[in-house]
């Protein structure tokens, strides 16, 4: 595998429902990235991690938990997850939090009934 | 709120024709700037980058820097049907690390 890859591709789940995206960087970053992209809108910055260490949370809902057990792999926990956040789950890393170069993944689509 | 501003589309040019993409941001202090594009169902993917004023080219790929007027573009030349895409302006801030992103212009690009 190279470069950043993320499982499911594909998630559905209902309101109830606990589950988890995972991320893994093959490219001996230091740094990785949760971004959220609804359809029409920026992406948005979720949470970055700095040597597994959360150096940012936008504000984002507790309903989703990141977590980040070594540089290298990323995941993003989800419980009773709303309609409104079905949307497509980026994943990215980067050199160095100062690196202007972010490499993403292929993303999960994430629908919850 | 630092803010990244681009028309949303789409955009549609017929086949070899200019396509040009314009973004506008907000905080004159940006350094660096970014074009992504983005397939439909695909992860965005950096495309070109540029840091000074005037323009940056690459291929068919030209890129535009105004600072004063806090204002890039991206020039596609001979537009492809395989440019069709979503392409996404992305604003480097120095304070804090963040990648700011514009709602991305949707390409056409009509054989």
């Known amino acids: 595998e190279t470069g950043v890859t993320q499982t499911p591709r594909h998630l559905v789940m209902g309101m109830t429902n606990k589950k988890s995206l995972k991320c893994e960087q093959h490219?001996?970053?230091?740094?990785m990235y949760w971004y959220k992209q609804s359809a029409k809108k920026p992406l948005e910055l979720m949470f970055v991690y700095s040597l597994e260490e959360r150096v940012e949370n936008n504000s984002v809902p507790s309903r989703f938990s990141p977590e980040c057990p070594n540089s290298s792999h990323l995941f993003l926990h989800l419980h009773t997850l709303q309609p409104e956040d079905s949307a497509l789950y980026l994943c990215?890393?980067?050199?160095?939090?100062?690196?202007?170069?972010?490499?993403f993944g292929p993303g999960t689509r994430l629908l919850v009934l | 709120q630092k803010e990244v501003e681009q028309n949303s589309g789409p955009l549609s040019v017929p086949e070899g024709a200019i396509a040009s993409l314009n973004c506008t941001y907000s905080d004159r202090g940006s350094q660096s700037f970014f074009w992504y594009r983005q397939y439909s169902g695909k992860s965005p993917e950096l495309i070109m980058s540029i840091y000074s004023n005037g323009d940056k080219e690459d291929g068919r790929f030209t890129a535009q820097l105004n600072k004063a007027s806090q204002y890039v573009s991206l020039l596609i030349r001979d537009s492809q049907p395989s440019d069709s895409a979503t392409y996404l302006c992305a604003v480097f801030y120095n304070q804090g690390g963040k990648l700011i992103f514009g709602q991305g212009t949707e390409l056409s690009v009509k054989p």
């Open positions: 990215a890393s980067s050199d160095s939090i100062s690196s202007e170069t972010q490499y």
């Open positions: 490219l001996g970053h230091n740094v």
